[in-house]
């Protein structure tokens, strides 16, 4: 891999932004760019930074796939405007449930993803815009991952051979393809970014789709996202790496008031880590679970079982697909 990383003992986060705002400005030039914010870690410190080197020439959208968490779009519109930053919600809803319809093999749902993100619905706003770049928050660990095959990351693109002006019409620029999660970090701290936002558990970049196993389809998503609530409420405060929960493909056997209820499957994954590249699950203690489990069941419909993820990464994987 062609990538030099910048490990976390060789950052200096101050002399980072100033030469990445310098490179942003020469190669965007007289130029406009686009900025894809989904209010992860990544993108809201790539959106600072584009912000900084272009000012008003950067044109901000978070798009409204359908696949994000509760009240996502309004979250991080009314953030990003209390840092002067102006988005614009773009509903492209129809659009990603679309070319997701029938779909149920991990890399078959990842590639529909990045199709839509980056062809159907960037190319569009790229071409409406007149803008010829659009900023990413692509990792040095998506890089990895992608390269060595552990998982397609829909964001890797440049580094699989893909033209992105020939394929899409537009320059991908990714400032902080040398840096791993906590060097993001430190790079939001320093641009002023909020703590809620800087420390925030990671996100993976399709979404919710990637804590479906199956078809994606608005109303599995909308179990998910009910039980990423509840987890994300309960283990805010856990002090772990990430957590998540995951909707499992098959119905399983359950019962309520004394007569079987054929429902759904959630399994937990929390985790202990520093960079993601291996990982240990959390030893959470057992009420925290049990509580866990009663509030999935109780409040989100038609979920009758609930399992913890034990195993370790490698040669598990934080995500599920």
Known sequence: MSIKEISLSELDPRGFIAEQVRAITAAVGDGAAVN?????VDSSVVTLLGHRALGDRLKTY??????MREDEPRQIQEAFAALKVPVEIVDARAEFFGALKGLTDPE???EAITQTFYKAVFGRLVKESGARHLLQGSIFTDVEETVAGVKRQHNILSQLGIDTEAAFGYTVLEPLIRLRKPGVRLVGRELGLPEAL???PPFPGPALAARVIGEVTPERVSTIRQATRIVEETLCKSGAFQYL???HADRVTGMR???RDYGCQIELRCWDSTDARTGSPTRLPYEVLEGLADRITTEVPGVVSVTYN???KPPSTIEAI
């Open 108 to 110: 078959e749902k990842r």
């Open 310 to 312: 034990i195993t370790k």
């Open 257 to 259: 008031h004394g007569a």
């Open 36 to 40: 894809a914010l989904s209010g992860g």
């Open 198 to 200: 800087f420390n925030r």
């Open 62 to 67: 978070f798009i409204d796939n359908g696949i």
């Open 245 to 247: 929960a995951i909707l």
